[in-house]
DNA sequence: ACTGCGCCAGTTTTT
DNA sequence: CTGGCGCAGT
């Protein structure tokens, strides 16, 4: 948006009369009344508002401070409220302040919330991810790198698909050896700041028979050749730019005076070297995090950051925020005792004041489905008893297992949203689109012209596309330059020459058009011009009228933006869909993506050994794996207000197979006295933990006896003691047969495939093939 | 150049 | 069970 350069526009210079000094050198000692945890006469309201381990945290305004805030203690509300004493105190512009955060949505939460305590002048902040603010970095110095200020950022897809084509240019076999496999390699050593020539051969790993290194160093001089960035390299490249050019970074330097950081657990090795390097000249840096709620480890997060904080900045100020607001005194107890189990933790003791509440709840229950089942009654009587679906929430391990959940709502007709589900930009139809959107904004974009230059069918298939691709490998330009150099020669049939010869046109009239024509306007043309739109309405699928539908929303979705560029770094960057929050629903997601939520009741279904804790986690990570995903279970347990279910299966299906499984270690991890097993299911029948443990051959915890996690694998189901016949609603009256046309108030209109007892199997128009209950559907 | 068939491998979490 | 990929046939 706005180049990064304008600093004379909000340094104290071009302002003298509002801020007292200029540059970090001559910066006032406080003229704000805070600086410490007591009550002063005199705090402003916004920090009279909070307790005084808060207060500290918000009004310790000089030097460096740590804020190791518990789950629930206020962490944003300080964040928030720092942010607004520093404006308010005229301290800095809203232009010195940088405020980093790892999502988006917390980038929006806190710009609102600023927004709402300061009553506006918050123009002009820093204030978004690390991922945001280095790009925008990036695209002000990005000559400085080989690349120009207009270089795309890729997803992970083309991400697999360059690297395919490098490994089949060294003539690795991309069979074995998979592009994706290659790809989290070089992102770890993006994570930790490491490009090509850092990485120390000694590690260059087991991949491909060493050549990992090899194909990094190739990789990136492809990306530089086509003037794009991963999404490693945004902060990789900063780095590279600080160091390479000390000017710039004094420049940033100077001009952040305070520096602003949440979940600072969760940085990884590049993100803490940019964050110390900008901090250098002097900034007030407050990081704020929760060692027990590191989670992302797996993707470079290093929780020694945060225990290294003191010897970054001596003399920093630790600020431990443990009064707990969201939590009953039961579910917190619970979380703590199984936290306690972790090794190596800052330690923190969380405390809250209130009624006990109810301790968790611990059901075991047959198979997968009974689980579901059993959740959505439970649901339905909650709901009975006055709690809105919105307040609600299934935390589950891993995305597949939303399915299950999702088809037991849908046939309890229980509104439900899946939040961080598949994305928009992600399908292929909203990719493909984009892809048309690249190759406007910059004709040098490979990737995305390979995409779509034979999308819809244009008689461009392999053929020509490999020609194009040896002769600008051989000019060493871009393909769009390639192909157009083909178009006047006669390498390839004159029919795929008038081909492209048409959409290099159309390419270079929809290039001028974008001048003066907002972006909406463009795509419906391009859309509709390009044949993209015609073919899925000539597509006579059941998915064909979705994708349409998909296009419509983003046509829609281009009138928020001013300009093709602004929009393409929305979709590399703000990966996500929007939820309506407007409506009453129970809110399924990842325990990932709950992160910073919370909800009243809360279900956390699947705690079995080889699911949570995912095998994976340990097979790849061993014990530190293993403690992760014990934090990922504490951050369950603390997303919930009032009330906690955890549940696991005896049996569930993974891929085809059924496969039975032990309960999760964690459940035996739980403090006894915060936890009421449930027994009404009839299994594990009122035996405590101790005796279940034995029963099911579980050792103790850490162990080797825990195996496999799952056990005996069977190909069909199995058979169960108790039919479900419980949760049965009498057959509709209907007289529903094979063949009806129905109605169903989710899937539209469909057709009846079978009868059984009272589901029937239709097959949606739209939704495709669904079992529902007879009672949720009507004639049509 | 395109279509269809059969084989395989895969599913943790995400900016 | 799905989807991606390679191969063979048109």
């Given at each position: 948006?706005?180049?990064?350069?304008?600093?004379?526009?909000?340094?104290?210079?071009?302002?003298?009369?509002?801020?007292?000094?200029?540059?970090?050198?001559?910066?006032?000692?406080?003229?704000?009344?805070?600086?410490?945890?007591?009550?002063?006469?005199?705090?402003?309201?916004?920090?009279?508002?909070?307790?005084?381990?808060?207060?500290?945290?918000?009004?310790?305004?000089?030097?460096?401070?740590?804020?190791?805030?518990?789950?629930?203690?206020?962490?944003?509300?300080?964040?928030?409220?720092?942010?607004?004493?520093?404006?308010?105190?005229?301290?800095?512009?809203?232009?010195?302040?940088?405020?980093?955060?790892?999502?988006?949505?917390?980038?929006?939460?806190?710009?609102?919330?600023?927004?709402?305590?300061?009553?506006?002048?918050?123009?002009?902040?820093?204030?978004?991810?690390?991922?945001?603010?280095s790009a925008r970095i990036l695209r002000a110095h990005a000559e400085m790198l080989g690349l120009k200020s207009n270089f795309t950022i890729l997803d992970t897809d083309d991400q697999h698909r360059l690297l395919r084509q490098v490994m089949e240019a060294e003539?690795?076999?991309?069979?074995?050896?998979?592009?994706?496999?290659?790809?989290?390699?070089?992102?770890?050593?993006?994570?930790?700041?490491?490009?090509?020539?850092?990485?120390?051969?000694?590690?260059?790993?087991?991949?491909?028979?060493?050549?990992?290194?090899?194909?990094?160093?190739?990789?990136?001089?492809?990306?530089?050749?086509?003037?794009?960035?991963?999404?490693?390299?945004?902060?990789?490249?900063?780095?590279?730019?600080?160091?390479?050019?000390?000017?710039?970074?004094?420049?940033?330097?100077?001009?952040?005076?305070?520096?602003?950081?949440?979940?600072?657990?969760?940085?990884?090795?590049?993100?803490?070297?940019?964050?110390?390097?900008?901090?250098?000249?002097?900034?007030?840096?407050?990081?704020?995090?929760?060692?027990?709620?590191?989670?992302?480890?797996?993707?470079?997060?290093?929780?020694?950051?945060?225990?290294?904080?003191?010897?970054?900045?001596?003399?920093?100020?630790?600020?431990?925020?443990?009064?707990?607001?969201?939590?009953?005194?039961?579910?917190?107890?619970?979380?703590?005792?199984?936290?306690?189990?972790?090794?190596?933790?800052?330690?923190?003791?969380?405390?809250?004041?209130?009624?006990?509440?109810?301790?968790?709840?611990?059901?075991?229950?047959?198979?997968?489905?009974?689980?579901?089942?059993?959740?959505?009654?439970?649901?339905?009587?909650?709901?009975?008893?006055?709690?809105?679906?919105?307040?609600?929430?299934?935390?589950?391990?891993?995305?597949?297992?939303?399915?299950?959940?999702?088809?037991?709502?849908?046939?309890?007709?229980?509104?439900?949203?899946?939040?961080?589900?598949?994305?928009?930009?992600?399908?292929?139809?909203?990719?493909?689109?984009?892809?048309?959107?690249?190759?406007?904004?910059?004709?040098?974009?490979?990737?995305?012209?390979?995409?779509?230059?034979?999308?819809?069918?244009?008689g461009l298939g392999n053929t020509t596309l490999q020609v194009a691709h040896v002769l600008a490998r051989a000019e060493g330009t871009s393909l769009v330059s390639a192909c157009g150099a083909l178009i006047g020669s006669d390498d390839i049939r004159p029919q795929?020459?008038?081909?492209?010869?048409?959409?290099?046109?159309?390419?270079?009239?929809?290039?001028?058009?974008?001048?003066?024509?907002?972006?909406?306007?463009?795509?419906?043309?391009?859309?509709?011009?390009?044949?993209?739109?015609?073919?899925?309405?000539?597509?006579?699928?059941?998915?064909?009228?979705?994708?349409?539908?998909?296009?419509?929303?983003?046509?829609?979705?281009?009138?928020?933006?001013?300009?093709?560029?602004?929009?393409?770094?929305?979709?590399?960057?703000?990966?996500?869909?929007?939820?309506?929050?407007?409506?009453?629903?129970?809110?399924?997601?990842?325990?990932?993506?709950?992160?910073?939520?919370?909800?009243?009741?809360?279900?956390?279904?699947?705690?079995?050994?080889?699911?949570?804790?995912?095998?994976?986690?340990?097979?790849?990570?061993?014990?530190?794996?293993?403690?992760?995903?014990?934090?990922?279970?504490?951050?369950?347990?603390?997303?919930?207000?009032?009330?906690?279910?955890?549940?696991?299966?005896?049996?569930?299906?993974?891929?085809?197979?059924?496969?039975?499984?032990?309960?999760?270690?964690?459940?035996?991890?739980?403090?006894?006295?915060?936890?009421?097993?449930?027994?009404?299911?009839?299994?594990?029948?009122?035996?405590?933990?101790?005796?279940?443990?034995?029963?099911?051959?579980?050792?103790?915890?850490?162990?080797?006896?825990?195996?496999?996690?799952?056990?005996?694998?069977?190909?069909?189901?199995?058979?169960?003691?108790?039919?479900?016949?419980?949760?049965?609603?009498?057959?509709?009256?209907?007289?529903?047969?094979?063949?009806?046309?129905?109605?169903?108030?989710?899937?539209?209109?469909?057709?009846?495939?079978?009868?059984?007892?009272?589901?029937?199997?239709?097959?949606?128009?739209?939704?495709?093939?669904?079992?529902?209950?007879?009672?949720?559907?009507?004639?049509?």
């Amino acid at each position: 948006m706005s180049d990064p350069f304008e600093f004379s526009e909000n340094t104290p210079e071009a302002h003298p009369e509002s801020v007292p000094a200029s540059g970090p050198e001559a910066e006032p000692k406080a003229s704000g009344p805070v600086t410490g945890g007591a009550m002063a006469a005199g705090d402003p309201p916004y920090l009279a508002m909070l307790n005084p381990e808060q207060r500290e945290a918000a009004g310790t305004l000089d030097g460096a401070v740590l804020v190791l805030a518990g789950a629930g203690t206020g962490k944003t509300r300080v964040l928030v409220t720092r942010l607004t004493h520093i404006l308010m105190s005229r301290r800095a512009f809203p232009g010195q302040i940088l405020a980093v955060t790892f999502t988006n949505k917390a980038a929006r939460e806190m710009m609102e919330r600023v927004g709402n305590l300061l009553g506006g002048g918050a123009e002009g902040l820093w204030l978004g991810t690390f991922h945001s603010i280095s790009a925008r970095i990036l695209r002000a110095h990005a000559e400085m790198l080989g690349l120009k200020s207009n270089f795309t950022i890729l997803d992970t897809d083309d991400q697999h698909r360059l690297l395919r084509q490098v490994m089949e240019a060294e003539n690795v076999d991309y069979k074995k050896w998979p592009p994706r496999a290659l790809n989290a390699i070089i992102q770890r050593w993006k994570d930790r700041g490491l490009t090509p020539d850092k990485v120390t051969p000694s590690e260059a790993s087991e991949f491909a028979s060493g050549k990992a290194l090899n194909l990094y160093r190739l990789y990136q001089s492809r990306l530089k050749t086509l003037n794009a960035c991963d999404f490693g390299d945004l902060l990789l490249h900063n780095l590279t730019l600080f160091t390479k050019h000390p000017d710039v970074l004094a420049d940033y330097q100077r001009r952040f005076k305070y520096i602003l950081v949440d979940e600072y657990q969760d940085t990884n090795v590049s993100q803490y070297l940019w964050l110390r390097l900008l901090a250098q000249g002097g900034s007030n840096v407050c990081c704020v995090g929760d060692d027990d709620q590191s989670i992302y480890g797996w993707r470079g997060a290093e929780v020694g950051n945060i225990l290294r904080f003191e010897k970054d900045f001596p003399g920093a100020h630790i600020v431990r925020l443990e009064r707990n607001y969201r939590s009953t005194p039961q579910i917190l107890a619970a979380a703590s005792g199984l936290i306690a189990h972790n090794e190596g933790r800052l330690g923190k003791t969380l405390w809250t004041e209130g009624d006990d509440g109810e301790k968790v709840r611990v059901t075991g229950v047959w198979d997968g489905d009974a689980e579901a089942r059993d959740v959505a009654e439970t649901i339905e009587a909650i709901q009975r008893g006055g709690t809105s679906l919105n307040e609600i929430a299934v935390l589950v391990r891993t995305g597949s297992q939303t399915r299950s959940f999702e088809e037991r709502f849908i046939t309890c007709a229980i509104p439900y949203r899946v939040i961080g589900g598949p994305r928009f930009y992600e399908r292929k139809e909203i990719r493909d689109a984009v892809a048309y959107f690249r190759v406007i904004a910059q004709p040098d974009d490979d990737l995305a012209f390979e995409r779509i230059i034979n999308t819809p069918r244009r008689g461009l298939g392999n053929t020509t596309l490999q020609v194009a691709h040896v002769l600008a490998r051989a000019e060493g330009t871009s393909l769009v330059s390639a192909c157009g150099a083909l178009i006047g020669s006669d390498d390839i049939r004159p029919q795929a020459r008038t081909a492209l010869a048409r959409v290099l046109e159309d390419f270079s009239r929809w290039r001028a058009q974008a001048q003066n024509m907002n972006p909406s306007e463009l795509a419906e043309i391009v859309l509709d011009e390009s044949g993209y739109a015609g073919m899925w309405q000539n597509d006579k699928s059941v998915e064909a009228p979705g994708r349409l539908e998909n296009l419509k929303e983003l046509v829609s979705a281009l009138e928020d933006f001013e300009s093709l560029d602004s929009f393409l770094e929305h979709v590399s960057l703000v990966m996500e869909h929007e939820d309506n929050t407007g409506t009453d629903m129970v809110n399924i997601m990842t325990l990932h993506g709950a992160k910073g939520l919370e909800f009243d009741v809360v279900f956390l279904p699947g705690w079995e050994e080889g699911l949570f804790p995912h095998q994976r986690a340990m097979d790849e990570q061993g014990a530190a794996g293993l403690e992760e995903e014990r934090r990922l279970a504490y951050v369950g347990l603390t997303r919930a207000r009032k009330l906690a279910y955890i549940s696991f299966a005896a049996n569930r299906r993974l891929y085809n197979q059924w496969n039975s499984a032990i309960p999760s270690r964690f459940i035996e991890e739980l403090p006894k006295d915060h936890v009421e097993v449930d027994v009404s299911k009839g299994l594990y029948g009122g035996s405590p933990p101790e005796e279940r443990q034995k029963k099911y051959g579980g050792g103790g915890s850490g162990g080797s006896a825990h195996g496999q996690g799952y056990g005996g694998k069977r190909r069909s189901k199995p058979s169960s003691k108790k039919e479900d016949a419980g949760s049965m609603v009498a057959a509709t009256p209907d007289g529903l047969t094979k063949g009806s046309r129905v109605f169903h108030q989710k899937f539209g209109y469909g057709r009846v495939q079978g009868v059984e007892g009272n589901k029937l199997d239709i097959s949606f128009d739209k939704a495709g093939r669904k079992k529902v209950m007879a009672s949720f559907v009507n004639p049509a």
